[in-house]
């Protein structure tokens, strides 16, 4: 038997076959989901183009009005960013939550940002765009018909970080950077990605998953938010799961406990046995409408959703 010959044969099988899965899920990561599970439900008023880069592809953005809106109006403003570790995603995610959040009379943004598989791009390149959709909204205050003292901002996972970095207002590690003038007042966080130091002790009760995940945050260190915490950090609400396997939710509790330690008031709700990314519709209705409604609440709770202000 020539040994050698059904070495090469073996070896050359398992390289196709390696070569079409990584096809197939490269394929399969193309596909938007969430475009195709909402666009027909969920259209937005308008689909704009808000960032464009020389010799890069254009930022879109999905745009939701009140049926009622006026450009004089002041109506609230609430951006979220789409989850999925810097590397992929949609800008569709927060689709059902825009028109429900649309229909309570705010002005609700999605914005795009680079992301791995599209733009080769890493997460400083997505915390770049996060600060220019920064000085996008600070610029388009007047056109969009918004509070500049009503402006949320929110998003999930990758996207969670992405706000935060939004508040910040500035790049890692540049803390005198100049800061476009914008008050945000709130902010929305589910299953943010955020406290990448590697706590020893709470991963010893982590599953692989999580272990692996959390050693890939602390690798991240320098793109932690949770460094630049201080006491003007806006109220947070933070929605997130006791079984998530990318973000532990002793992370979460720490984050928590860290913005109380800086007078910020933080809101936490832990959903008992709910995974990464529980919230979406795609996933559960009864989830996607509890974090609705709690949304709700802590916005009321902070008159950010009442009836708009009209300049005569």
């Known amino acids: 038997m020539d040994f050698s010959a059904l070495f090469l044969t073996i070896a050359s099988v398992l390289l196709a076959t390696a070569l079409i899965g990584a096809l197939l899920i490269r394929r ?21 183009q808000w960032l464009s880069r020389p ?22 403003l609430v ?51 996060s600060l220019a959709f920064r000085d996008y909204l600070a610029a388009s205050i007047h056109t969009l018909g918004i509070d500049p003292e009503r402006i949320i901002l929110g998003g999930g996972s990758a996207g969670g970080h992405l706000a935060l970095w939004s508040t910040i207002g500035h790049l890692p590690q540049a803390p005198n950077a100049s800061k476009t003038p914008l008050d945000v007042a709130a902010l929305l966080l589910f299953n943010p990605a955020v406290n990448f130091s590697q706590d020893l002790k709470a991963a010893a009760d982590y599953s692989l998953r ?3 995940a959390a050693r890939t945050l602390a690798k991240q260190m320098r793109f932690d938010p949770m460094a630049y915490l201080s006491h003007d950090h806006p109220d947070a609400l933070i929605l997130h799961g006791d ?13 928590g406990a860290a913005l109380e330690s800086h007078g910020v008031n933080a809101q936490i709700k832990i959903y008992p046995g709910r995974g990464h990314a529980f919230f979406n519709l795609t996933r559960s209705q009864a989830d996607f409408i509890d974090t609705y409604q709690s949304t709700l609440a802590f916005l009321n709770e902070r008159n950010l959703l009442p009836t708009p202000k009209v300049v005569s």
């Open 243 to 255: 079984a998530d396997q990318l973000i532990p939710v002793d992370k979460i509790l720490g984050y």
């Open 210 to 212: 999580q272990k692996f």
């Open 79 to 129: 951006a979220l960013f789409f989850g999925g570790g810097w590397r992929w995603g949609s800008l569709w995610q927060f689709a059902p939550m825009a028109a429900k959040l649309q229909a309570q009379g705010a002005v609700v943004i999605l914005p795009e940002y680079r992301i791995k598989s599209r733009d080769q791009t890493g997460i400083l390149e997505a915390i770049e765009d």
């Open 55 to 76: 010799n890069q592809r254009p930022l879109k953005a999905l745009i939701y009005k009140p049926t009622d809106w006026q450009p004089k109006d002041r109506r609230p």
């Open 28 to 48: 399969r990561l193309s596909i938007d989901h969430f475009q195709r599970a909402y666009q027909a439900s969920y259209p937005p008023t308008a689909i704009i």
